[in-house]
C-alpha cells in the first residue's frame, strides 16, 4: 500500500484539534476515486512558504492556497497547503476551516492523479469528482455558491 506523509511546517495547523487525521482521510479518499498509485506527501505550511513556492514555480509574487506538484511513477509528488489562506477563504465563505482545507487536499491529490481544471472540459471532469469525494466525506459541494475554489494548477 502506498503511503501519505504528513508534513506540519506551520504550527498554526496542529491547533485544530482532529484536522491532520481529517485531511489524511481526504487524501485517502481522493486517493482512492482517482486510483493513484505511489507515495505522496502533503506539506502544511504558511503563506510565506506558499509564496515562495508560487513565486518560484509559477512566477506569482503571492501566496495561494493550495500547490501540487506532481511527479509520477513510484512516487506521486507534493501538495503544499497555506494555512492563512485557507482560514481566511474559509471564514469569507462561511465554511469550517477542516472542510475547507479537505477540499484543497482532494483538489491537490486529483492534481498528481492528472485532472486539471484550466480548460472547460477538463473542469467538467475534476468538478464532479471533488464534489463527490466531499460529499462522502460529508462536506458540502464547495463549488455551490461560493467562489474560494482552488486556484491553482498543478506545478509541472
Known amino acids: 500500500m502506498s503511503a501519505i506523509t ?10 485544530h484539534r482532529g484536522l491532520q487525521a481529517r485531511l489524511t482521510q481526504a487524501a485517502e479518499a481522493a486517493r482512492r476515486s482517482a486510483k493513484l498509485r505511489g ?19 509559477r512566477g506569482k509574487d503571492k501566496p495561494t ?18 494555512y492563512g489562506v485557507t482560514k ?11 472542510d475547507h482545507a479537505s477540499h484543497l ?7 498528481l492523479a ?13 468538478g464532479p469528482l471533488e464534489v463527490k469525494i466531499l ?3 460529508g462536506i458540502a459541494d464547495p463549488y455551490a455558491a461560493t ?4 486556484k491553482t494548477a498543478k506545478v509541472k
Open 147 to 150: 467562489d474560494t475554489a482552488p
Open 135 to 137: 460529499k462522502a466525506l
Open 39 to 57: 507515495d505522496f506527501s502533503i506539506l502544511l505550511a504558511g503563506d510565506k512558504r506558499l509564496r515562495a513556492l508560487n513565486l518560484d514555480f
Open 88 to 98: 481566511k477563504e474559509a471564514k469569507a465563505a462561511g465554511k469550517s476551516l477542516a
Open 105 to 111: 487536499v482532494v483538489h491537490g491529490v486529483l492534481h
Open 114 to 126: 492528472g485532472y486539471d481544471h484550466e480548460r472547460p472540459r477538463d473542469a467538467k471532469r475534476m
Open 65 to 82: 492556497n493550495v500547490l501540487s506538484f506532481p511527479a509520477g511513477g513510484a512516487y506521486a509528488g507534493d501538495i503544499a497547503i497555506a
Open 6 to 15: 504528513l508534513m506540519v511546517e506551520d504550527k498554526a495547523w496542529r491547533t
